[in-house]
C-alpha cells in the first residue's frame, strides 16, 4: 500500500510560478512510475505528466508543455510537479498518482485508470 500526500498548490496570478510536491510512503515508491493529472470544474480528469520509476523519461501534455516540469527523488520518496508561466486554463485540482504496473510493463502510462494510487489533490488557482 502506497499513501500520497500532495502540497504546494494556492492561488497565483497569471504568469506566475507554483511547484506541487507528493510525498509518497513505503519502500516501493523506486518502482513506481509517478504522474500528475488535473481535474477542473466540471471537467473530466486529464494527464498532466509523467516520469518514469528511474527518473530518466518524462512526458507532458501539449498544453503543460514548454511550462512545466516533473522530476523525482527516489531517496526522498517524493517527487515535483514545477509550474511556471501558469495560465488561468491551469486552474484545477491537481493529483499525484503512482502506476506499479509500468516497471513490469517497460513503460509508463498516461491512463489514469492505469494507476493505482492516488492523492488527496492539491487546488491551484490562476486568477487572471
Known amino acids: 500500500q502506497v499513501q500520497l500526500v500532495e502540497s504546494g498548490g494556492g492561488l497565483v496570478q497569471t504568469g506566475g510560478s507554483l511547484r506541487l510536491s507528493c510525498a509518497a510512503s513505503?519502500?516501493?515508491?523506486?518502482?513506481?512510475?509517478m504522474g500528475w493529472f488535473r481535474q477542473a470544474s466540471e471537467k473530466e480528469r486529464e494527464f498532466v505528466a509523467v516520469?518514469?520509476?528511474?527518473?530518466?523519461?518524462?512526458y507532458y501534455a501539449d498544453s503543460v508543455k514548454g511550462r512545466f516540469t516533473i522530476s523525482r527523488d527516489n531517496a526522498k520518496n517524493t517527487v515535483w510537479l514545477q509550474m511556471n508561466n501558469l495560465k488561468p486554463e491551469d486552474t484545477a485540482v491537481y493529483y499525484c498518482?503512482?502506476?506499479?504496473?509500468?516497471?513490469?510493463?517497460?513503460?509508463?502510462?498516461?491512463?489514469?485508470?492505469?494507476?493505482?494510487?492516488w492523492g488527496q489533490g492539491t487546488q491551484v488557482t490562476v486568477s487572471s
Open positions: 516520469i518514469n520509476w528511474s527518473g530518466g523519461p518524462t
Open positions: 498518482a503512482a502506476d506499479q504496473g509500468g516497471v513490469i510493463r517497460g513503460e509508463y502510462s498516461t491512463y489514469a485508470p492505469q494507476y493505482d494510487y
Open positions: 513505503g519502500r516501493t515508491f523506486s518502482t513506481y512510475s
